[in-house]
């Protein structure tokens, strides 16, 4: 208003504000994976990109990630996946949550542990010709320090295949034999199996396995008798 004029004007003013646009980030570990330790292991789990900053005094609240299912930060096993975020939480200075000033794009991460080495010996057995089955023995699956590995799972084949190859034969009960192999001359001869052993947290073994049937001692007396 004014004492100068006689008519009045009215307007109105509105301020708009536009969400800040920022990108969430999970770390990505692909360049340089970890090995399995039998500990949890993990990547950030999310953080600013420099290039979007957050407004001055605001912050993002650790507490408050949350995470797609199986999709999270940290891993135990051995794995290869995605990480991928759901919500963050964004705080002021004075605590309070400010996720409706941003726009909010995530950028999924990466979490990669390598299985950790193992390592294996031919296994052997030889026993006397009984009359009764024998089972092949079970290679055992070793880690760095020489511990046997439980969890463990065998495949075999009669022929040398490589770790990869899909002719492996699953096996739960290694076959069993009974009868003494002999060779074209007469030689005893053991029955040679090729076995596979896997963990899902151990580098895969190939090795052997050999059961030696031996043959039973016998006396044969001659008959005297005229």
């Known amino acids: 208003t004014s004492p100068c ?12 504000i536009a969400p800040r646009a920022i990108t969430v980030f999970s770390g990505d570990n692909s360049a340089a994976p970890y090995t399995y330790t039998g500990a949890e292991q993990s990547v950030t789990g999310a953080a600013v990109s420099a290039a979007t900053p957050l407004a001055i005094g605001d912050s993002l609240y650790p507490e408050g990630n949350a995470f797609v299912p199986g999709l999270t930060n940290a891993n ?7 990480v991928s975020l759901s919500g963050v939480t964004l705080r002021n200075a004075a605590g309070t949550e400010v996720n409706s000033n941003y726009a909010i794009t995530y950028q999924p991460g990466r979490i990669v542990i390598r299985k950790a080495a193992s390592a294996t010996t031919a296994a052997a057995r030889t026993e006397p010709y009984m009359g009764v089955a024998y089972a092949l023995p079970a290679p055992t699956l070793t880690d760095a320090q020489g511990n046997a590995i439980s969890g463990v ?48 947290n151990y580098a895969t073994q190939t090795t052997t396995s050999t059961l030696t049937i031996t043959p039973a001692p016998i006396t044969v007396t001659a008959d005297t008798d005229d």
């Not at 074209?184 to 596979?196: K, M, N, T, W």
């Open 5 to 16: 004029y006689s008519d009045v004007a009215i307007r109105t003013a509105t301020l708009r």
């Open 76 to 82: 135990t096993d051995a794995c290869d996946r995605a």
């Open 153 to 200: 799972t065998y495949a075999y084949s009669l022929t040398p295949l490589a770790a990869e190859d899909e002719a492996w034969i699953p096996v739960t009960d290694f076959p069993t034999r009974e009868d003494v192999k002999r060779a074209a001359g007469g030689g005893v001869l053991g029955d040679v199996i090729y076995v596979r052993i896997t963990h899902p």
